[in-house]
């Protein structure tokens, strides 16, 4: 049975049958051993697969050549290449919530993911059991500290008294009895002196004896001696034993002063944690400061749960949840690193979303990958952003398919990759021409995942044989050469490799 190919069909497929053998083989009863091999069941693979795909294939031929074959006639057209993944929404625009407590923290409370909050609404509770006690604690060292400041400024000022009242007091008073004893000692000196001279003159006359005369002038010698010990008093209170207790004072008001600076800035210490820790007691109940959508942020890909729960632990500065703004989304998606070098900002993109289409651009694409690991399949890929369009209705975490446009060529031929074999000499493909095949070297360009742009190599209006390996026994030598060729390079850079190593 033949399907009439349509003429406004600029590609068309053919499918060659023996039906001469096919009625044959149904008088027989049934194909014989010696005739049908793993060649014939092949066939009949393939023939299943073409009725398969006859659903969706413009036609399907028939023609009198043995072995069935489905073309591809060349045609003119437009080929875009695009690579499209998988990506979910989120807003370039958000206000984060952060934990502004020291440490670690339990949380006791969150918001579902997805409420929409007014300003003042509870967002997260934090325990307070530990910031309670130390809040306590910092009070009381609070107190102890202002009592100790109070006693050394106390202290201050005693040791800036001490130094006044030794000047003007206990150093006046002391040279005064010094100097009241010095007079005394002149005096007395004085009245020795007259009394010695007073026995000379008697001495002489005949009235006292000579031993009298000795005791006045050794009374002299010992007035004279105490006046000098008073003296000598009076000089050491002046100039050393005053210099030596100002000192001392003057020591003890430094190391009160410095005593009393860290006093103070100990009770200041004190007072910023008592004041922190009341704080931090106010904030482990986190309030929305404005109206919005409240989500969580997203969790590490290989996490499998969030990591705000109730009784989860978390740290001083952790994101805790996001108020996106909901004017400003995009898409966040992986390129692969084969297709990345391709990418660039200012690139068109599509954005399927499940209730509809977006015309958007790319903004970003980051210059380091994204750690890979099993939980990624070891895939290297790098972040690209994807800026949306504002429109009504977009949610953060709405499922993606973004494509995003490579390239666009317009008016060229194109053949389909399958028509295309890679060997070490080039690419070729398989023209049917009157019935036969013909081998042709292909000078090819731009390609997707179904399509290839013929640069040179074949004409418009061509049919060109689809998957030849399976059907071309030239085609098949010789992919299995390249194939060969390609495993043989492997094992030499394994074996190397396994050199150097060594």
Not at 27 to 40: A, D, Q
Not at 243 to 267: F, P, V, Y
Not at 338 to 346: D, L, Q
Not at 365 to 383: E, I, L, S
């Amino acid at each position: 049975m033949a399907t009439d190919v349509l003429p406004d069909s600029p590609n068309h497929f053919d499918a060659q049958s023996n039906s001469e053998n096919v009625q044959n083989t149904a008088s027989r009863g049934g194909p014989t051993p010696s005739r049908w091999g793993p060649k014939h069941y092949l066939i009949l693979c393939v023939l299943a697969a073409i009725s398969v795909g006859a659903a969706y294939l413009p036609t399907v031929l028939q023609s009198e050549e043995v072995g069935p074959k489905l073309t591809y006639r060349v045609a003119r057209g437009d080929l875009i290449v695009t690579v499209t993944e998988q990506g979910t929404l989120e807003s370039s625009n958000n206000t984060e919530i952060k934990c502004k407590v020291r440490g670690y923290s339990t949380v006791t409370f969150v918001i579902p993911a997805g409420t929409v909050v007014e300003p003042g609404d509870v967002l997260v509770r934090l325990d307070t059991k530990i910031i309670d006690e130390q809040h306590s604690l910092t009070k009381t060292n609070t107190f102890i500290a202002q009592a100790t400041l109070e006693q050394t400024k106390a202290n201050v000022a005693r040791s800036e008294i001490s130094i006044d009242a030794y000047k003007e007091g206990r150093f006046r008073t002391l040279l005064q009895e010094l100097e009241g004893e010095l007079q005394a000692k002149k005096r007395n000196l004085r009245t020795a002196q007259k009394m010695h001279k007073r026995s000379e003159s008697l001495f002489r006359q005949g009235y006292v004896t000579e031993l009298q005369v000795d005791g006045n002038a050794f009374t002299v010698k010992q007035a004279e001696l105490e006046l000098k010990v008073k003296e000598t008093e009076i000089k050491v209170l002046k100039e050393f034993t005053r210099a030596m207790q100002l000192e001392t004072l003057n020591g003890n008001l430094t190391a009160s002063q410095s005593k009393l600076a860290a006093d103070e800035a100990g009770l200041r210490m004190e007072i910023k944690r008592r004041d922190r820790a009341e704080q931090e007691l106010k904030d482990c109940i986190i309030k929305a400061e404005t109206g919005g959508l409240v989500i969580y942020p997203s969790a590490a890909s290989w996490k499998r749960t969030p990591d705000i729960t109730e009784g989860a632990n978390v740290r001083k500065d952790q994101v805790l949840l996001l108020m996106p703004d909901l004017s400003k989304m995009q898409v966040k998606v992986g390129i692969h690193e084969s297709m990345v070098e391709r990418v660039h900002a200012g690139l068109k993109a599509i954005v399927t979303l499940p209730d509809r289409t977006l015309d958007a651009e790319v903004s970003k694409v980051a210059t380091v990958t994204k750690p890979a690991g099993w939980w990624t399949g070891n895939v290297v890929k790098y972040d690209t952003i994807i800026d949306l369009p504002s429109d009504a209705g977009l949610k953060p975490g709405m499922s993606a398919e973004v494509e995003v446009i490579l390239a666009e060529h317009h008016d060229v031929l194109t053949v389909p990759v399958a028509a295309v074999v890679e060997t070490e000499e080039g690419d070729f493909c398989w023209v049917r021409i009157a019935g036969k095949t013909s081998k042709r070297r292909l000078e090819l360009g731009d390609s997707n995942d179904v399509f290839i742009l013929v640069k040179a190599g074949l004409n418009e209006g061509e049919e060109v044989v689809l998957n030849p390996t399976a059907f071309i026994e030239e085609a098949e030598k010789d992919a299995l050469a390249t194939i060969d060729a390609s495993n043989v390079s492997a094992d030499e850079e394994s074996s190397e490799e396994s050199t150097e190593s060594e």
